[in-house]
């Protein structure tokens, strides 16, 4: 699957804009298959050291699967060290609005590839991820985002009273 549903003219008019000539369709393919390779050994990548602190979030992009564009949630995962580095420690692309079904497969996806040490995770109220992160990290404690908290707290209050309460 390409990079936002891009197919060969895109990335030949893209290749131009930037000062060189045309490339081949097979460059093209050679080029796609590298990136391909690389994404998916930094997917399932071990995960190593403690991440005491992991945010859960998802977001929704259109992908093109075979000649259709499709909407699918892209659930996120970024821990943070001890020390303070952040890390992206997951991504992972999920068919349709079934957000419910997937958190358990990722997050036990993550556990899986070494994750370790989570002691609060933090993120929206999603009943299905809230549930998944009580069953599959047992023992961390689970915290809203206060951003989600804000814009949920924000669509209860009159649109001319918004930017006064915000």
């Known amino acids: 699957a390409r990079l936002s549903g891009t197919d060969d003219?895109?990335?030949?008019?893209?290749?131009?804009?930037?000062g060189m000539?045309?490339?081949?369709?097979?460059?093209v393919s050679k080029l796609c298959k590298?990136?391909?390779?690389?994404v998916h050994a930094f997917l399932k990548r071990p995960?190593?050291?403690?991440?005491?602190?992991?945010?859960l979030d998802a977001t929704y992009l259109r992908v093109r699967e075979g000649s259709h564009v499709v909407a699918m949630a892209a659930l996120v995962a970024v821990g943070v060290a001890a020390n303070g580095e952040r890390r992206i420690l997951g991504?992972?692309?999920s068919a349709g609005n079934d957000e419910g079904s997937a958190w358990p497969r990722f997050i036990r996806s993550l556990v899986e590839r070494g994750l370790r040490?989570?002691?609060?995770?933090i993120s929206d109220s999603h009943a299905g991820l809230v549930k998944a992160v009580r069953e599959?990290?047992?023992g961390s404690s689970w915290q809203r985002c206060r951003v989600h908290l804000t814009r949920n707290a924000q669509e209860l209050v009159p649109r001319s009273a918004r930017s006064m309460v915000a």
């Open 9 to 18: 003219r895109d990335l030949d008019d893209l290749v131009q804009a930037m």
């Open 91 to 93: 991504l992972e692309l």
């Open 117 to 121: 040490g989570v002691r609060l995770v």
């Open 34 to 38: 590298d990136i391909d390779e690389r």
């Open 136 to 138: 599959q990290l047992l």
């Open 47 to 55: 995960l190593t050291g403690e991440w005491p602190y992991l945010w």
């Open 21 to 27: 000539t045309g490339i081949s369709k097979s460059t």
